[in-house]
């Protein structure tokens, strides 16, 4: 699903309640991504190499997170608390089910 496809559904309620607040999230981080992202699923490749990782769970960020340097890589520190806060909402689910669920809506 494209990004726009994403906000689109987001404007046309598609999601309800906290799925909303979550979606929010979500878009938050991909716009905070520093890199052109045009789909969820070019996004989730993007932090798969980013974490060296296939399976982009609460504990591969927060492992990530830990190493970087606040001077150097604050974008990346912002992107990763969102995506931790979006994953701890979801009940620490990973991020590529969180994203097949939404696009599953």
Do not use: R
Request: charged share 25%; hydrophobic share 40%.
């Amino acid at each position: 699903m494209s990004i726009e496809e994403l906000y689109i559904k987001l404007d046309n309620k598609a999601f309800q309640g906290l799925d909303t607040i979550k979606v929010e999230l979500l878009l938050e981080a991909i716009n905070d991504w520093p890199h052109s992202v045009g789909s969820l699923d070019d996004f989730i490749k993007q932090l798969q190499v980013e974490f060296n990782s296939n399976d982009i769970t609460y504990q591969v960020i927060e492992k990530n997170n830990h190493k970087l340097n606040p001077a150097t890589d604050s974008w990346k520190m912002e992107v990763y608390t969102v995506l931790l806060k979006l994953i701890k909402a979801c009940d620490n689910t990973s991020l590529n089910e969180i994203i097949a669920f939404f696009e599953s809506q």
